[in-house]
């Protein structure tokens, strides 16, 4: 095929429709088959991973731009197209969710009630995720943001654990509220632009909006994309919705669905209210610093696993926020690429202790024990999340905070290192974890339970491998992102 | 004069006179009466919409046939459509009154289809009572008398002191501008809305519609009235006759030009009060049709925030957003006749289990709360992405903050639905609950319309916004 014709195919749309054909596959199959509904799930997934990873590998760093472009009118009288392309920015993203998905389909292999509603949202959901990720129109990128909300809902109160009714209604109202800020703020944009259209490309030419309209919509959007992103004191939604929610459900929701927040503002919000951008990075740098710091403390008291996670996951966000409000290209790096190492991180992290929790039927760090002795893969499985979590040299998450901090210092010394203080304490209790619930005195009723098969051993492996590739060779996710920031900051007036 | 033009009222004309005809042989057949409803009420909707491309002037020019009023026509027999599809299990309505029933729906819907192409202040009001009378009367055939009659008095009281206020809004306007035409009225008004007696004769005039619409203050009626009356009633005033309502308030709005910041405000003033009251009230409810009444007042401020725009692009979103309302009502109580059983009421804990006990049903309720919620891709959030957007193409950045605000909060009650039909399980068992073909095969067509409009809503919003432009 040349090279022309090659780019021009939809694989943008194709990675959207292997989701969507998923789910009408999944509807189609009578419910009591669970077997080949977990089967054509994993398909599909799988099919969604290989072509996140082919996109990724196929795009054209030395060109860097707008890549894999389609674009066709959809409702032409409001100026709202279909409009999908791949830049430095989305690639890592649909990377990620590609690995979340198809591991996180993996993880709930052993799921027995319910199984067709399950998949079918966790589809659904999956869809929103990508076409959020992959869309350049405003219109669609706020109806994938909704899409991918809404079926969270019942995957929590269906089939979670802890206070799952309340924590799903919790999630789901704070959610909705941040999209009440992101509509208006949208129409105001589109409005106040006078071009008639939701394009963004279009939009962020320099010079569309004054900078009070900017300023007024990225606060908009900051706070209602913030809310997602886990922006303290919005984030009290995440730990609830965490703990509450299944096994797989936390690894998309932590893992990609916190990401979608951070991405709305670099998408949105960034990109088209660059001056806003400038204004509010002042507070978004001390909203970020509480939120490290608040995360990590809070992290701290508690006994739960899936809190301590649910705890560690606000901290982390709080880092990409912390190097979103830098305002340089080194920040902005970091923050992708923490998006990145921080999804299939917590990814790892919820999938290592829900298999712990599937056998022991206890989440609480007092009552485990001894478990590199029990169940000793499962171990090493949480031990490597850990050690990813406290940004150990040569995994992913390594790179990304160093880079975030190393700009932090620069612009704001005394936040910077009040993070870093931060981190550190918190990897000092993430250890104390560790050696009470892997080593230490077996829990003797904990003894007889098998360790992981190597079936659900599969998904684990997969995000460890990720973790460790990227911790040894970042310049593979740097050098992707960079084509995109780089280019951005030059565009900047 | 030409009787093409006429051809939607004349055949629903017919059926009444059909339905006259089988009251009087006095032999209760339900199955008979229920098929050919369904017969009549499917070729009156091919017959609306074969007539939409006609275009004429009748009575003087008191009665106009545009692409406005053939559009409105059109959703008008499809609501009547759908409800006497949904009316195969009527055991809310004795046996040997069903025939009187369907007399009083095709009666009232020909009523409304007169009153959407009136453009002369005297047959609009005429036919608004000719359809207020029929509902009236619909409303009280409950088996259980109790119950209709006192949401019969409730909607009959209200009903005629809200027409009592617009007719001395009607004669404000005629005697401010001197004539009855909406026409002259049009070029008449927007230089007198600074005068006092001219912007209180506009806003009582819109009072009556305001009453159908269920708009605060005029509200208080749909809880009682939604309770008490048969489902199908209930049905058809919560989407029928707010259809119609929607299609008068527009043709009112647009006499203005525009123009009068006092009428904008009073409007805005209104929209807020009765999405939050609404939406409030319906946080408490237990009863299913009570929350649907609640939510329905709601709903109508969030058409008001496209008529108050006041520009074709806010007309054109009122009238997306009546098809929505259409669909998606239809679709709950669609739901809540199945779902009920024998006409009775049911509490929303009533829903229990049914994802176990239809999963089909489960999933049309499930996909209609999420589009009364307004969350994409469904009917509903187009609807609101219209209306929203006309809003803040007029300045009214915080309506429309407020009115998020609003849908944040109807969320918790709608999910509360979604909750009782997939995460309750029943208490005893229940029956697997196999609804007849005809309930299931619109149950899918509803949930497609529901999603499709969602996602590709373009031919809809074209024909929207040329209806809406016609009117400037």
Same mark, same amino acid.
């Given at each position: 095929?040349?090279?022309?014709?090659?780019?021009?195919?939809?694989?943008?749309?194709?990675?959207?429709?292997?989701?969507?054909?998923?789910?009408?596959?999944?509807?189609?199959?009578?419910?009591?088959?669970?077997?080949?509904?977990?089967?054509?799930?994993?398909?599909?997934?799988?099919?969604?991973?290989?072509?996140?990873?082919?996109?990724?590998?196929?795009?054209?760093?030395?060109?860097?731009?707008?890549?894999?472009?389609?674009?066709?009118?959809?409702?032409?009288?409001?100026?709202?197209?279909?409009?999908?392309?791949?830049?430095?920015?989305?690639?890592?993203?649909?990377?990620?969710?590609?690995?979340?998905?198809?591991?996180?389909?993996?993880?709930?292999?052993?799921?027995?009630?319910?199984?067709?509603?399950?998949?079918?949202?966790?589809?659904?959901?999956?869809?929103?995720?990508?076409?959020?990720?992959?869309?350049?129109?405003?219109?669609?990128?706020?109806?994938?943001?909704?899409?991918?909300?809404?079926?969270?809902?019942?995957?929590?109160?269906?089939?979670?654990?802890?206070?799952?009714?309340?924590?799903?209604?919790?999630?789901?109202?704070?959610?909705?509220?941040?999209?009440?800020?992101?509509?208006?703020?949208?129409?105001?944009?589109?409005?106040?632009?006078?071009?008639?259209?939701?394009?963004?490309?279009?939009?962020?030419?320099?010079?569309?909006?004054?900078?009070?309209?900017?300023?007024?919509?990225?606060?908009?959007?900051?706070?209602?994309?913030?809310?997602?992103?886990?922006?303290?004191?919005?984030?009290?939604?995440?730990?609830?919705? #965490?703990?509450?929610?299944?096994?797989?459900?936390?690894?998309?929701?932590?893992?990609?669905?916190?990401?979608?927040?951070?991405?709305?503002?670099?998408?949105?919000?960034?990109?088209?209210?660059?001056?806003?951008?400038?204004?509010?990075?002042?507070?978004?740098?001390?909203?970020?610093?509480?939120?490290?710091?608040?995360?990590?403390?809070?992290?701290?008291?508690?006994?739960?696993?899936?809190?301590?996670?649910?705890?560690?996951?606000?901290?982390? /966000?709080?880092?990409?926020?912390?190097?979103?409000?830098?305002?340089?290209?080194?920040?902005?790096?970091?923050?992708?690429?923490?998006?990145?190492?921080?999804?299939?991180?917590?990814?790892?992290?919820?999938?290592?202790?829900?298999?712990?929790?599937?056998?022991?039927?206890?989440?609480?760090?007092?009552?485990?024990?001894?478990?590199?002795?029990?169940?000793?893969?499962?171990?090493?499985?949480?031990?490597?999340?850990?050690?990813?979590?406290?940004?150990?040299?040569?995994? !992913?998450?390594?790179?990304?905070?160093?880079?975030?901090?190393?700009?932090?210092?620069?612009?704001?010394?005394?936040?910077?290192? &009040?993070?870093?203080?931060?981190?550190?304490?918190?990897?000092?209790?993430?250890?104390?974890?560790?050696?009470?619930?892997?080593?230490?005195?077996?829990?003797?009723?904990?003894?007889? &339970?098998?360790?992981?098969?190597?079936?659900?051993?599969?998904?684990?492996?997969?995000?460890?491998?990720?973790?460790?590739?990227?911790?040894?060779?970042?310049?593979?996710?740097?050098?992707?992102?960079?084509?995109?920031?780089?280019?951005?900051?030059?565009?900047?007036? | 004069?030409?009787?093409?033009?006429?051809?939607?009222?004349?055949?629903?004309?017919?059926?009444?006179?059909?339905?006259?005809?089988?009251?009087?042989?006095?032999?209760?057949?339900?199955?008979?009466?229920?098929?050919?409803?369904?017969?009549?009420?499917?070729?009156?909707?091919?017959?609306?919409?074969?007539?939409?491309?006609?275009?004429?002037?009748?009575?003087?020019?008191?009665?106009?046939?545009?692409?406005?009023?053939?559009?409105?026509?059109?959703?008008?027999?499809?609501?009547?459509?759908?409800?006497?599809?949904?009316?195969?299990?009527?055991?809310?309505?004795?046996?040997?009154? #069903?025939?009187?029933?369907?007399?009083?729906?095709?009666?009232?819907?020909?009523?409304?289809?007169?009153?959407?192409?009136?453009?002369?202040?005297?047959?609009?009001?005429?036919?608004?009572?000719?359809?207020?009378?029929?509902?009236?009367?619909?409303?009280? &055939?409950?088996?259980? &008398?109790?119950?209709?009659?006192?949401?019969?008095?409730?909607?009959?009281?209200?009903?005629?002191?809200?027409?009592?206020?617009?007719?001395?809004?009607?004669?404000?306007?005629?005697?401010?501008?001197?004539?009855?035409?909406?026409?002259?009225?049009?070029?008449?008004?927007?230089?007198?809305?600074?005068?006092?007696?001219?912007?209180?004769?506009?806003?009582?005039?819109?009072?009556?519609?305001?009453?159908?619409?269920?708009?605060?203050?005029?509200?208080?009626?749909?809880?009682? $009235?939604?309770?008490?009356?048969?489902?199908?009633? !209930?049905?058809?005033?919560?989407?029928?006759?707010?259809?119609?309502?929607?299609?008068?308030?527009?043709?009112?709005?647009?006499?203005?030009?525009?123009?009068?910041?006092?009428?904008?405000?009073?409007? $805005?003033?209104?929209?807020?009060?009765?999405?939050?009251?609404?939406?409030?009230?319906?946080?408490?409810?237990?009863?299913?049709?009570?929350?649907?009444?609640?939510?329905?007042?709601?709903?109508?401020?969030?058409?008001?925030?496209?008529?108050?725009? /006041?520009?074709?692009?806010?007309?054109?979103?009122?009238?997306?957003?009546?098809?929505?309302?259409?669909? /998606?009502?239809?679709?709950?109580?669609?739901?809540?006749?199945?779902?009920?059983?024998?006409?009775?009421?049911?509490?929303?804990?009533?829903?229990?289990?049914?994802?176990?006990?239809?999963?089909?049903?489960?999933?049309?309720?499930?996909?209609?709360?999420?589009?009364?919620?307004?969350?994409?891709?469904?009917?509903?959030?187009?609807?609101?992405?219209?209306?929203?957007?006309?809003?803040?193409?007029?300045?009214? $950045?915080?309506?429309?903050?407020?009115?998020?605000?609003?849908?944040?909060?109807?969320?918790?009650?709608?999910?509360?639905?979604?909750?009782?039909?997939?995460?309750?399980?029943?208490?005893?068992?229940?029956?697997?609950?196999?609804?007849?073909?005809?309930?299931?095969?619109?149950?899918?067509?509803?949930?497609?319309?529901?999603?499709?409009?969602?996602?590709?809503?373009?031919?809809?919003?074209?024909?929207?916004?040329?209806?809406?432009?016609?009117?400037?």
């Amino acid at each position: 095929m040349a090279p022309m014709a090659y780019a021009r195919f939809p694989f943008l749309s194709l990675l959207l429709l292997c989701c969507i054909g998923g789910l009408l596959a999944i509807l189609c199959t009578p419910a009591a088959q669970t077997r080949r509904i977990k089967w054509i799930s994993a398909v599909f997934s799988g099919l969604c991973l290989v072509l996140s990873a082919g996109l990724f590998i196929a795009y054209d760093q030395s060109a860097g731009g707008l890549q894999f472009v389609e674009k066709f009118p959809w409702v032409p009288s409001l100026g709202i197209t279909w409009f999908n392309a791949a830049d430095g920015f989305n690639l890592p993203m649909l990377l990620l969710t590609g690995i979340v998905f198809f591991t996180a389909v993996l993880t709930m292999w052993e799921l027995e009630t319910r199984v067709k509603e399950f998949f079918a949202l966790t589809f659904l959901l999956v869809t929103g995720v990508f076409g959020l990720f992959m869309s350049l129109d405003l219109f669609f990128i706020f109806v994938w943001y909704d899409v991918s909300l809404f079926p969270m809902y019942l995957l929590i109160a269906v089939w979670g654990s802890t206070r799952k009714e309340y924590g799903a209604m919790k999630l789901t109202l704070y959610l909705l509220a941040g999209s009440a800020l992101i509509l208006p703020a949208i129409l105001y944009l589109v409005v106040q632009a006078g071009l008639s259209t939701f394009d963004l490309t279009a939009l962020m030419q320099p010079g569309t909006f004054t900078p009070y309209q900017e300023k007024f919509a990225f606060l908009l959007l900051y706070l209602g994309f913030g809310i997602l992103a886990g922006v303290w004191p919005f984030h009290t939604w995440s730990p609830v919705g #965490h703990v509450a929610a299944p096994t797989g459900v936390s690894m998309i929701h932590a893992g990609v669905l916190m990401k979608i927040g951070a991405f709305g503002v670099l998408r949105v919000g960034i990109f088209l209210c660059p001056a806003g951008w400038q204004h509010w990075a002042p507070l978004m740098a001390l909203l970020a610093t509480i939120g490290i710091v608040y995360g990590a403390l809070v992290g701290l008291r508690q006994t739960d696993l899936k809190y301590v996670i649910g705890y560690s996951s606000v901290s982390h /966000m709080g880092i990409v926020g912390l190097g979103l409000a830098t305002v340089t290209v080194d920040g902005l790096n970091g923050a992708v690429f923490q998006m990145f190492a921080h999804g299939v991180m917590t990814a790892l992290f919820f999938s290592a202790v829900g298999y712990i929790y599937d056998r022991t039927h206890t989440k609480a760090v007092a009552e485990l024990g001894g478990l590199s002795r029990t169940m000793p893969v499962a171990a090493a499985f949480f031990i490597v999340a850990a050690l990813t979590g406290i940004g150990v040299p040569c995994l !992913a998450s390594f790179w990304a905070e160093l880079m975030v901090f190393i700009a932090a210092f620069r612009v704001y010394p005394l936040y910077g290192s &009040l993070a870093v203080g931060a981190l550190v304490v918190s990897a000092l209790f993430i250890l104390r974890v560790v050696q009470r619930t892997c080593y230490g005195p077996p829990n003797q009723r904990l003894t007889h &339970l098998p360790d992981i098969p190597p079936l659900l051993g599969v998904p684990r492996v997969i995000l460890v491998s990720v973790i460790v590739f990227f911790g040894l060779f970042p310049a593979f996710m740097v050098n992707m992102i960079q084509t995109a920031t780089v280019a951005f900051f030059n565009g900047l007036p | 004069m030409n009787w093409t033009l006429l051809s939607p009222e004349l055949f629903f004309l017919t059926a009444a006179l059909v339905f006259l005809g089988i009251s009087m042989s006095g032999r209760p057949d339900p199955e008979r009466d229920y098929i050919t409803a369904v017969v009549l009420g499917a070729v009156g909707l091919g017959i609306c919409l074969a007539c939409v491309p006609l275009r004429g002037d009748l009575f003087l020019g008191a009665y106009r046939v545009d692409l406005f009023s053939q559009t409105f026509k059109t959703l008008l027999a499809m609501g009547f459509f759908l409800i006497v599809c949904i009316c195969n299990d009527l055991t809310g309505v004795a046996e040997r009154h #069903h025939p009187e029933f369907y007399l009083l729906l095709t009666a009232s819907t020909l009523a409304l289809m007169l009153l959407v192409s009136c453009v002369h202040l005297l047959p609009l009001y005429v036919a608004l009572e000719l359809s207020s009378y029929s509902l009236y009367v619909l409303v009280y &055939l409950r088996v259980d &008398l109790r119950q209709g009659i006192r949401a019969g008095l409730t909607y009959f009281l209200i009903g005629a002191a809200a027409s009592a206020v617009m007719i001395f809004g009607l004669a404000l306007l005629y005697g401010a501008a001197q004539s009855a035409y909406l026409a002259d009225l049009m070029t008449a008004l927007p230089g007198m809305l600074h005068q006092p007696m001219v912007a209180i004769g506009v806003l009582l005039a819109l009072a009556g519609f305001f009453f159908k619409l269920a708009v605060f203050p005029f509200h208080f009626w749909a809880p009682d $009235v939604y309770q008490g009356a048969p489902h199908q009633a !209930a049905a058809y005033i919560a989407t029928v006759s707010k259809v119609a309502a929607v299609a008068v308030l527009i043709r009112v709005a647009a006499l203005t030009g525009g123009a009068g910041s006092f009428l904008t405000d009073a409007l $805005v003033a209104l929209a807020i009060v009765s999405m939050t009251v609404g939406n409030l009230s319906a946080l408490v409810q237990k009863d299913f049709k009570r929350l649907m009444a609640y939510s329905s007042i709601a709903q109508a401020g969030y058409v008001l925030i496209g008529i108050l725009s /006041m520009s074709s692009a806010g007309y054109g979103g009122a009238i997306f957003y009546a098809l929505a309302l259409l669909v /998606m009502k239809v679709t709950c109580f669609l739901v809540l006749v199945a779902a009920a059983g024998g006409g009775r009421n049911m509490e929303i804990a009533g829903l229990a289990g049914l994802h176990r006990r239809s999963p089909i049903l489960a999933l049309a309720l499930m996909m209609a709360v999420f589009s009364l919620a307004g969350i994409p891709p469904t009917i509903g959030f187009t609807g609101k992405f219209l209306v929203f957007k006309a809003a803040i193409a007029q300045g009214h $950045v915080s309506l429309v903050l407020i009115a998020m605000i609003n849908v944040v909060i109807s969320l918790y009650f709608y999910l509360m639905v979604v909750r009782a039909a997939y995460l309750t399980e029943p208490q005893g068992p229940q029956p697997a609950l196999l609804a007849p073909p005809l309930t299931r095969g619109l149950a899918y067509f509803l949930v497609a319309l529901t999603v499709l409009a969602g996602i590709y809503p373009t031919p809809l919003i074209a024909w929207a916004d040329a209806a809406a432009r016609g009117l400037m």
